[in-house]
């Protein structure tokens, strides 16, 4: 059973008081809080293990190497890779989709080719792929998407053309919470050969991911977003797609042999790993995912959905509100506005009850425009939430609507 207050036991930062009252973080979607598993996974490796990884023969660098490579079959079993050598550590999806951009770029992008994303993606798989298409002089297409924030995928389909190279879509939109039907949309460009990459930094930390199940040729994740430490991430891709591509940072560890004339490259994964990883945020990463594999993904899914279907209901109590992204398939984020009451004042008036909100545009610029709004409120859930942190938001939501 989900025993929720044994669950908030872990996290010490929810016990916290804010302006005097208990703290209601319901900014999830923009990081999560650590559990004690985590945090002492990384205090017990600097005090007794750390070393630097893969270079020493000594005790410390082989135990810390097999923490760090221990960790990555951690997350290859999370994901359900083939192999660990599938799975590259990076700083966060942000950096996992620049390197894709770069490299695949380099291998297969050319004048004139196309690059398919959607309307709802965030600047990090928007950006990466333009700055590509500047150098490249290629081109962005964009999935466009229906009022109710969901894609449309006629017209998904209808971008198709032999110039077609790549498409980058997100699994959950970290502003509406919709939840792509990413099976079927990869499905469409196998059929045409083109392979498709995943954002999964906001599904990964709510129901369980298979990429081999989804078949994805690619797959991008931040730890911080899973109850992990900041600075590491995740980028997946198929061996057979991997070793197609070019290093993308060369310096050590990417490499086999050099020589002034010659550099040869390293095997995977570290063809992509230059320099030193951050190998105490890997180690703590494969903790967080063993926090949450004990958990249990389906028993997370199943409380947070109930969390956002109850926080949805609740919210529609209050006069002019108005909710983003579609009924069903919902997952963990609630972004909303209620009429006459600007984003930010909502936000920071949350705040001075405790209540930890996002506002603005999240980060998705193109997606604001397409709703044709500057920003949201945002109240993402996570394993810790409860329905009676719920009740705080929708009271505080309407205390701010009586001010006004
Ligand atoms: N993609 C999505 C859908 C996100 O929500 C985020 C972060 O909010 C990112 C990518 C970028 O993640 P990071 O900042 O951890 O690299």
């Not at 950096?95 to 690059?115: H, K, M, Q, W, Y």
């Not at 983003?324 to 920071?348: C, K, N, Q, R, Y």
């Not at 997606?367 to 394993?383: N, Y």
């Amino acid at each position: 059973m989900y025993d929720i207050k044994m669950v908030r036991e872990d996290f010490p930062i929810l016990s916290r008081k804010i302006y005097n009252r208990p703290l209601v973080y319901l900014d999830n979607g923009a990081t999560t809080q650590k559990p004690r598993c985590v945090v002492e996974a990384m205090v017990d490796e600097y005090y007794n293990v750390n070393a630097n990884v893969h270079r020493g023969v000594h005790f410390l660098s082989q135990q810390a190497t097999d923490l760090h490579e221990q960790s990555r079959e951690t997350v290859r079993a999370f994901i359900n890779a083939q192999s660990a050598a599938e799975i590259l550590f990076t700083r966060g999806t942000t950096e996992s989709i620049n390197l894709l951009a770069f490299c695949f770029g380099e291998a297969f992008v050319r004048t004139g080719d196309e690059i398919v994303v959607s309307t709802m993606e965030h600047h990090s798989n928007i950006v990466p792929w333009q700055m590509l298409c500047e150098r490249k002089g290629a081109r962005l297409r964009v999935i466009p998407m229906a009022d109710d924030g969901t894609l449309l995928l006629e017209d998904y389909r209808a971008l198709f053309n032999e110039r077609t190279k790549i498409v980058c879509c997100t699994q959950v939109s970290n502003v509406l919470g919709t939840v792509n039907p990413v099976k079927e949309i990869i499905g469409e460009a196998h059929r045409r050969g083109v392979p498709v990459l995943i954002d999964g930094a906001q599904s990964t930390p709510h129901f369980p991911v298979d990429v081999q199940e989804l078949d994805c040729d690619f797959f991008a994740f931040s730890g911080h977003k899973i109850y992990g430490p900041t600075g590491v991430g995740v980028l997946y891709g198929k061996e057979e797609w991997l070793e197609k591509l070019p290093p993308y940072q060369g310096g050590g560890e990417m490499i086999k042999n050099v020589s002034f004339e010659r550099t040869t490259y390293n095997e995977l994964p570290y063809k992509f790993e230059a320099g030193t990883p951050d190998y105490v945020a890997t180690h703590a990463l494969a903790r967080a995912l063993d926090y949450v594999s004990a958990l249990g993904m389906e028993q997370i899914y199943g409380h947070e959905q109930e969390l956002t279907r109850y926080a949805m209901e609740r919210l529609r109590e209050v006069e002019g509100m108005r909710i983003f992204g579609p009924e069903e398939p919902h997952d963990a984020v609630v972004s909303f506005l209620v009429e006459g009451i600007h984003h930010l004042d909502m936000g920071t008036l949350l705040d001075r009850l405790g209540i930890a909100v996002r506002t603005g545009h999240h980060c998705a610029e193109p997606l604001m425009r397409r709703l044709g709004i500057e920003g949201t409120v945002r109240a993402s859930f996570g394993l810790y939430n409860t329905k009676e942190e719920v009740d705080a938001l929708v009271e505080g939501v309407k205390r701010v609507v009586k001010m006004f």
